[in-house]
């Protein structure tokens, strides 16, 4: 079982959430995902637009055909998250607040 699947449950409408841990004790509890940093690499991007595709707020491409980041705020995080995976080159890379690398 992979390490999502194991954090990460299903609710009743198929929709995925955050394991909460517990509650009293705080054991097990996650730290909500905070991004505090995106950054495309010009040099690994190539136009593929899927970061465009899964977070449009975020993302778009500029007049020399690679990604900017034009509004850090524009989507939720685990969006963000997403938008970065999708790239087939990896060339996006997000940081948390602190400045940990989250991706890749
Ligand atoms: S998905 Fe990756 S390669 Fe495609 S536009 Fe976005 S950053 Fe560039």
Request: hydrophobic share 35%; charged share 25%.
């Amino acid at each position: 079982m992979s390490q999502d699947q194991t954090e990460n449950q299903k609710d009743n409408n198929g929709t995925l959430r955050q394991a909460q841990g517990d509650p009293v004790s705080g054991r097990g509890q996650k730290k909500p995902l905070r991004i505090g940093k995106i950054i495309v690499d010009r040099n690994l991007c190539i136009g593929a637009a899927s970061c465009i595709a899964v977070a449009p707020g975020v993302f778009q491409l500029d007049s020399e055909n690679k990604a900017v980041v034009y509004n850090e705020k524009g989507d939720n995080d685990e969006n963000i998250l997403l938008a970065a995976k999708s790239c087939p080159t990896r060339a996006i890379l997000v940081f948390d607040e602190e400045g940990n690398q989250l991706y890749p």
